[in-house]
T-cell receptor, first 113, second 109 residues
Framework: ETGVTQTPRHLVMGMTNKKSLKCEQH?????MYWYKQSAKKPLELMFV???????ENNSVPSRFSPECPNSSHLFLHLHTLQPEDSALYLC????????????FGPGTRLTVL | KNEVEQSPQNLTAQEGEFITINCSYS?????LHWLQQHPGGGIVSLFM???GKKKHGRLIATINIQEKHSSLHITASHPRDSAVYIC???????????FGEGTQLTVNP
């Protein structure tokens, strides 16, 4: 499999649940990103990892917890979310932080009840 | 005010029409990106450019660095071009992207 994959594609969870989103890239890239896309809003950068180290945390609430165990995998752990967290969560990767061309995954459509 | 602004927000065209989507930015950039997002969410990178003009099939992207403006043109539009087109700017340092709000394009047969 090539490119950037995300699982699950759809997720419905209650406010007390704990779930995780997974992203995997098969491109040999060193940088990975989590974005949130809410209706009628521009994409918002949440987290940036470079060589498995978090280099940017864009004032994201602590109920979102990223994890990057290696350069190919990125997780977003979710707990005690709010209905306003319902959105499309997109993962992307790039060769490095210095290169701007990012490759996006298909996204996870999250609904918080 | 968003650092990257697109116009129009919504655009409806008839098949075969020439389409232009505009993007203006107010920050120093190293590159300007045009992305396409189809229903269902997946985003595809169409162009990354820092000067001049690039062409791929029926798509043409131009950028004017002095005016801080870029345009995406679609020639001989087709219903399968219907998607959200997003302009994004790479800031001067690093690959952090700042996104416009997107333009919803609908091409009717």
């Amino acid at each position: 499999e090539t490119g950037v994959t995300q699982t699950p594609r759809h997720l419905v969870m209650g406010m007390t649940n704990k779930k995780s989103l997974k992203c995997e890239q098969h491109l040999g890239h060193n940088a990975m990103y989590w974005y949130k896309q809410s209706a009628k809003k521009p994409l918002e950068l949440m987290f940036v990892y470079s060589l498995e180290e978090r280099v940017e945390n864009n004032s994201v609430p602590s109920r979102f917890s990223p994890e990057c165990p290696n350069s190919s995998h990125l997780f977003l752990h979710l707990h005690t979310l709010q209905p306003e967290d319902s959105a499309l969560y997109l993962c992307a990767s790039s060769q490095s932080l210095a290169t701007g061309n990012q490759f996006f995954g298909p996204g996870t459509r999250l609904t918080v009840l | 005010k968003n650092e990257v602004e697109q116009s129009p927000q919504n655009l409806t065209a008839q098949e075969g029409e020439f389409i232009t989507i505009n993007c203006s930015y107010s920050v120093g950039i190293s590159a300007l990106h045009w992305l396409q997002q189809h229903p269902g969410g997946g985003i595809v990178s169409l162009f990354m450019l820092s000067s001049g003009k690039k062409k791929h099939g029926r798509l043409i992207a131009t950028i004017n660095i002095q005016e801080k403006h870029s345009s995406l043109h679609i020639t001989a539009s087709h219903p399968r071009d219907s998607a959200v087109y997003i302009c994004a700017a790479s800031l001067v340092y690093g690959s952090r992207l700042t996104f416009g709000e997107g333009t919803q394009l609908t091409v009717n047969p």
